[in-house]
């Protein structure tokens, strides 16, 4: 069903952009809302949505979540029917250093955006959640319904914080939600200091890579454009509060991950092994047949071909692909 108002809020970030164009090329109508901070050079979320900025169906909007003014303008101006939740403070580490940032950005604003929600009438919620909700549970792969609250880093802990107020917000108005656990999300437009995209930028430098522990910690690496395909597919559920997967289901040794660099750039990474960060965790894998059986959801890009996407990506942003 096209021809909706959708709301995606961080919606010039890097899922947030292929979103946005995902849903302007399937008809829908599209408000994004995006505060272009400085956690890394706003350029580069400019660039991602500028193809997006002459679409007729594309309205940007430029505020924080945490601003309810700025929330309540948008809700009282444009008939919302769908709001996409993935504006975050986003990273395991930063969040170590400045939980109190990560707790303003994550939990108040998505509380704040709840309440708006309140009064809208909405058909549906998504929330976008991480698989790092997880933290330290050693029972794999992880499912939906394991036992949460050991987590191991802020970000993961505001990100069930999230959670919980989707459920509760479901609970006392009605509003059907869905959370969605992203599993280390990769690709064109990725973060630069997320892993694959610095990897990549130190291989092809010739710098040294760093490697965290002796390199056999494992992620389930999901590129960007699966992703999209299971966030695309909860907007069209049925279901009145879900809590759902969305990973490639598949874990990838950190060195491996780094040899697939390596072939892809043509060149040997220069590693260096260091201590392990605070707020890692051994192991991501997620069970993904919840995901199969509600959303029709299947992955389709292995690591190998994702990787050569993300550098043949990266090679185009130099001038050199």
């Known amino acids: 069903m096209a021809d909706r108002n959708v709301l995606v809020t961080g919606g010039a970030g890097f899922i947030g952009s292929h979103l946005v164009e995902r849903l302007l090329k399937a008809g829908e109508k599209v408000i994004c809302l995006d505060n272009f901070v400085p956690f890394y050079d706003p350029a580069i979320k400019r660039a991602n949505v500028r193809p997006s900025l002459s679409h007729p169906d594309f309205t940007l909007i430029e505020g924080d979540i945490r601003e309810p003014a700025t929330l309540s303008s948008i809700f009282q101006s444009i008939d919302i029917d769908i709001v996409v939740h993935l504006a975050a403070m986003a990273g395991v580490r930063p969040s170590v250093d400045d939980p109190q940032l990560y707790n303003r950005v994550n939990v108040l604003g998505t509380t704040n955006l709840l309440q708006e929600c309140r009064e809208a009438g909405l058909r549906r919620f998504v929330f976008g959640s991480s698989s790092s909700v997880y933290g330290l549970n050693d029972k794999v792969p992880f499912s939906e319904d394991a036992a949460v609250g050991k987590t191991a880093s802020p970000y993961g802990a505001t990100k069930l914080a999230g959670e919980v107020l989707c459920h509760t917000y479901h609970h006392l108005y009605g509003i059907p939600m869905i959370c969605l656990r992203f599993f280390t999300v990769y690709g064109p437009r ?108 299947e992955p389709t890009v292995a690591i190998g071909e994702g990787i050569e996407r993300a550098v043949r990506w990266f090679l185009r942003q130099r001038g050199e692909g």
Do not use: W
């Open 190 to 297: 990725q973060r630069p200091e997320m892993a694959i995209h610095k990897f990549i930028r130190l291989v092809h430098e010739g710098q040294e890579v760093p490697v965290f522990g002796d390199g056999t910690s494992r992620r389930d690496y999901t590129y960007v454009d699966d992703i999209v395909d299971g966030i695309m597919s909860a907007m069209d559920c049925e279901c009145q509060f879900e809590i759902v997967n969305l990973g490639r289901s598949e874990t990838v040794p950190l060195l491996e991950m780094i040899h697939f660099i390596e072939t892809s750039l043509e060149k040997k990474a220069e590693t260096k092994f260091v201590p392990p960060q605070r707020g890692d965790v051994p192991i991501t894998f997620a069970s993904v047949e919840k995901a199969r059986s509600l959303l029709g959801y």
